[in-house]
């Protein structure tokens, strides 16, 4: 049996994590200004530069605004702010739809191998949180719909593989165009629920092979609902 290295994470990555923790849980409201960095740095008991450092990783990420001579502020993306004047074609043609179920299917399932490889305690603790977020939010599919996308953003996350990272975020608009469609089908929220406890149930284990059958099944669900749901509106 290979025994994998152990890879000390550095202190700037604990930081933006407790960071990312903190504005995911809605400690901050988006667009809210972050307290100043001397007194942020002081919170956290490191120097400015380890909290610019974390900083700068979280703009990456797209959770950080950093505005020069404002200060930093904190920013996610909902799902309407995806909704770009490339979103009407998308949201009709067939072939897209498809074609973005293939382009999960070839990226998301080696993702979530990989997640349930490296993922941290704090990123199983986050994905849990995510996963609750979605149970709470059945009555508001829109709300379930970001929560969904966030759970995946955060499996991307957990990786620690930025070009996966950066694949994942340039199909990003093509992935919550689809999430918004399909929380209207029938079923879809409970189905959801219950895909995405399995995903999480693997990567908590640390089962690589589980996890990435768990994301294949989900997928090949999602991609079922949506071809029930086509041949439902080619009959009307």
Same mark, same amino acid.
């Given at each position: 049996?290979a025994?994998?290295?152990?890879?000390r994470?550095?202190?700037?990555?604990?930081?933006?994590e407790?960071?990312?923790r903190l504005i995911?849980?809605?400690?901050?409201?988006?667009?809210?200004?972050l307290?100043?960095?001397?007194?942020?740095?002081?919170e956290?008991?490191?120097?400015r530069?380890?909290l610019?450092?974390?900083?700068?990783?979280l703009?990456?990420?797209?959770?950080?605004q950093?505005?020069?001579g404002?200060?930093?502020?904190?920013w996610?993306?909902?799902a309407?702010d995806?909704?770009n004047?490339?979103?009407?074609?998308?949201?009709?043609d067939?072939?897209?739809?498809f074609?973005?179920m293939? !382009?999960r299917?070839?990226v998301?399932?080696?993702? #979530?191998a990989? %997640?349930?490889?490296?993922? *941290?305690?704090?990123? +199983?603790?986050e994905?849990?949180?995510l996963?609750?977020n979605?149970?709470r939010?059945?009555e508001?599919?829109?709300?379930?719909?970001?929560?969904?996308?966030s759970?995946h953003?955060q499996i991307a996350?957990?990786?620690?593989n930025?070009?996966?990272?950066?694949?994942?975020e340039?199909?990003?608009?093509?992935?919550v165009?689809?999430?918004?469609q399909?929380?209207d089908y029938?079923?879809?929220i409970?189905?959801?629920?219950?895909?995405h406890?399995?995903?999480l149930e693997?990567?908590? !284990?640390g089962?690589?092979e589980q996890?990435a059958e #768990?994301m294949? %099944?989900h997928?090949?669900? *999602?991609?079922q609902? +949506?071809m029930?749901n086509?041949?439902?509106?080619d009959?009307?």
């Open positions: 049996m025994i994998n290295k152990i890879h994470k550095k202190v700037w990555q604990e930081v933006a407790e960071l990312q995911v849980d809605g400690h901050w409201e988006k667009g809210e200004k307290p100043g960095e001397v007194d942020l740095a002081k956290f008991g490191v120097s530069s380890t610019r450092e974390a900083l700068r990783a703009s990456s990420r797209g959770l950080v950093i505005r020069h404002e200060g930093n502020f904190v996610y993306p909902e309407e995806y909704l004047p490339l979103m009407p074609r998308l949201l009709v067939r072939e897209d739809v074609a973005i293939e !382009a299917s070839m998301e399932v080696k993702t #979530a990989l %997640a349930a490889e490296r993922a *941290t305690a704090e990123t +199983i603790a994905l849990r949180s996963l609750e979605m149970e939010s059945r508001d599919r829109k709300q379930f719909a970001h929560y969904d996308h759970f953003k996350l957990a990786t620690e930025n070009v996966i990272l950066k694949i994942y340039a199909i990003e608009v093509f992935l165009s689809q999430q918004l399909i929380v029938v079923d879809a409970e189905r959801g629920i219950t895909d406890r399995a995903i693997a990567i908590v !284990a089962d690589q996890a #768990a294949r %099944a997928l090949e669900r *999602t991609y609902a +949506i029930d086509r041949r439902k509106e009959l009307h």
